[in-house]
C-alpha cells in the first residue's frame, strides 16, 4: 500500500509559467518531507525540504507547501525554465520509519 | 568534489550466479542505504547502515546481502539473482539518519 502517492505521472509547463507537482500521503506519523530531482542517468538529488511545523519553506524558485490537515504537499516552480525538465520524487519520514518514496511526476518544460 | 560513486554504472549476470555491486563515498557520512528501483516505480528502501550497525526493512529478500567493511564502502551481494532483480540499485548517504540523502548515479542490473 503506497504511504507517498504522486498521482500525476507527468506534467507539461510552458517556460516561465509555474509549475505545480503535488504529492498526497496517508501516514499521520510523517513529519518530515523532501523533494528529489532527478536528471536521466543520474541518482536523485536533494531538493528542498520541510518539517511539519512548518506550511511552507521557500528556496529562490522553489516552495514547498505543506497542508497537513489534507495530508498533502505540493512543489511550486516559478518561474519554470528547460533545465527543470526531470522527475521530481516526494519523500516522507516520520519517528523510525525509513524514507519513503512516491513514483516521481516527470516534468517536461516546453520553450 | 565529494561524492557518492557506484561501480559498475551497468551490470549483466546470469539467472542464478552472485553479483556484488558496490558504492563509495568521500562525503564521511554515517549513513549509507541501499534502494532498488524498477522501472516507473519509488525507490525501495533495501536496507541501511548506520555506522556499522545493520538494519534490514522486513520484506527485503534474504538473496539480498549487505557488507559495510569501512566508512567509505558498502557493497550489495546477490546469491542468486532472479529475473525480477533486474532493476536500477541507488545506493545513498546521510549524516545522520533523517537527513536529505545523496544518491548515487546507480547501477542499472540486468539478468539474462
Known amino acids: 500500500d503506497q504511504q507517498v502517492k504522486q498521482n500525476s505521472p507527468s506534467l507539461s509547463v510552458q517556460e516561465g509559467r509555474i509549475s505545480i507537482l503535488n504529492c498526497d500521503y496517508t501516514?499521520?506519523?510523517?513529519?518530515?518531507f523532501l523533494w528529489y530531482k532527478k536528471y536521466p542517468a543520474e541518482g536523485p538529488t536533494f531538493l528542498i525540504s520541510?518539517?511539519?511545523?512548518?506550511d511552507k519553506n521557500e528556496d529562490g524558485r522553489f516552495t514547498v507547501f505543506l497542508n497537513k490537515s489534507a495530508k498533502h504537499l505540493s512543489l511550486h516552480i516559478v518561474p519554470s525554465q528547460p533545465g527543470d525538465s526531470a522527475v521530481y520524487f516526494c519523500?516522507?519520514?516520520?519517528?523510525?520509519?525509513?524514507?519513503?518514496f512516491g513514483k516521481g511526476t516527470r516534468l517536461s518544460v516546453i520553450a | 568534489d565529494a561524492m557518492v560513486i557506484q561501480n559498475p554504472r551497468y551490470q549483466v549476470t546470469q539467472f542464478g550466479k552472485p553479483v556484488t555491486l558496490s558504492c563509495s563515498q568521500t562525503?564521511?557520512?554515517?549513513?549509507m542505504y541501499w534502494y532498488q528501483q524498477k522501472s516507473s516505480q519509488a525507490p525501495k528502501l533495501l536496507f541501511h547502515?548506520?555506522?556499522?550497525?545493520?538494519?534490514n526493512e522486513a520484506d527485503t529478500p534474504d538473496n539480498f546481502q549487505s557488507r559495510r567493511p569501512n566508512t567509505s564502502f558498502c557493497f550489495l551481494d546477490i546469491r542468486s539473482p532472479g529475473l525480477g532483480d533486474a532493476a536500477m540499485y541507488l545506493c545513498?548517504?546521510?549524516?545522520?539518519?533523517?537527513?536529505?540523502?545523496?544518491f548515487g548515479d546507480g547501477t542499472r542490473l540486468s539478468i539474462l
Open positions: 519523500a516522507a519520514k516520520g519517528g523510525n520509519t525509513p524514507l519513503v
Open positions: 562525503l564521511n557520512h554515517n549513513v
Open positions: 501516514n499521520s506519523m510523517f513529519d518530515y
Open positions: 547502515y548506520y555506522d556499522k550497525d545493520f538494519n
Open positions: 520541510i518539517s511539519s511545523i512548518k
Open positions: 545513498a548517504t546521510s549524516r545522520e539518519d533523517g537527513q536529505p540523502q545523496h
